[in-house]
């Protein structure tokens, strides 16, 4: 779906992923599950672009949510993979801690996990082969993206700024929908490691100049970092 020039979402306000369509090439923001597979390759044939024109895939942090086909497009397509050093181990093993559910609705709960289900969630496979990034590092890669630092969601969580886009990619930083409960809104995301500290990080995005706030879970956030990041301290 396209949201702006350059910029394309791939999934719903369930789980999703981001395309950014510039005449050099495409980066990629996050892989959704497996099954978004057969939506990048309709995006891909809607704006007329070949695979062979993605670039590199850069993934918000190592969730198995976020990381849906990117084993398959970095071997069938030869796509490098850019994790934050704190998260590398996450992406290739799937180990992380447990995290309390917080609140939950049994409906939504069953939507989420439903969906999951229908996207092969359970045939999600880990990344073999990534490049580590870190806070601060401008990957060679179409519009420039610039690595933001935000941890807490994980160690590793970082925002990804492209200017070129005017957006900035935040993961799982904050969410606009929660997946437990079905509440919209620009809140805290849910099965966070370190809640205090995602609340914090949340300053550094607040200094980042977008006009769209893109989430992993929820609707696009059509305005500036800096409101976004208030209305999740106020919620949370």
């Known amino acids: 779906m396209k949201l702006a020039p350059h910029l394309h979402r791939l999934g719903n306000d369930i789980v999703a992923s981001y395309l950014v369509d510039l005449p050099d090439g495409i980066t990629l923001i996050d892989a959704g599950l497996p099954g978004h597979w057969h939506d990048l390759q309709r995006e891909l044939e809607e704006i007329g672009r070949p695979l062979s024109d993605i670039r590199g895939l850069v993934l918000t942090h190592g969730d198995g949510d976020h990381i849906g086909f990117a084993e398959r497009l970095r071997k069938e397509a030869g796509v490098p993979v850019f994790i934050h050093a704190a998260d590398a181990h996450r992406v290739r093993t799937g180990e992380k801690p447990k995290t309390p559910m917080g609140p939950a609705?049994?409906?939504?709960?069953?939507?989420?996990?439903?969906y999951g289900i229908r996207k092969n969630a359970l045939r999600t496979h880990h990344v073999t082969s990534v490049t580590e990034v870190t806070d601060g590092t401008v990957l060679d890669l179409p519009g420039a993206p610039v690595v933001i630092g935000m941890p807490g969601h994980s160690p590793g969580s970082i925002a990804v700024h492209v200017p070129a886009a005017d957006a900035v990619f935040v993961g799982d930083a904050l969410t606009t929908r929660h997946v437990l409960t079905g509440r919209t809104g620009a809140q805290p995301a849910p099965f966070t490691d370190e809640p205090d500290e995602a609340l914090a990080s949340l300053d550094?995005?607040?200094?980042?100049?977008?006009?769209?706030?893109l989430p992993g879970h929820g609707a696009p956030w059509h305005g500036s970092p800096a409101d976004i990041a208030a209305a999740v301290r106020a919620a949370g």
């Open 204 to 213: 550094r995005l607040a200094g980042v100049s977008a006009s769209w706030v």
């Open 105 to 114: 609705r049994l409906g939504p709960t069953l939507g989420f996990f439903a």
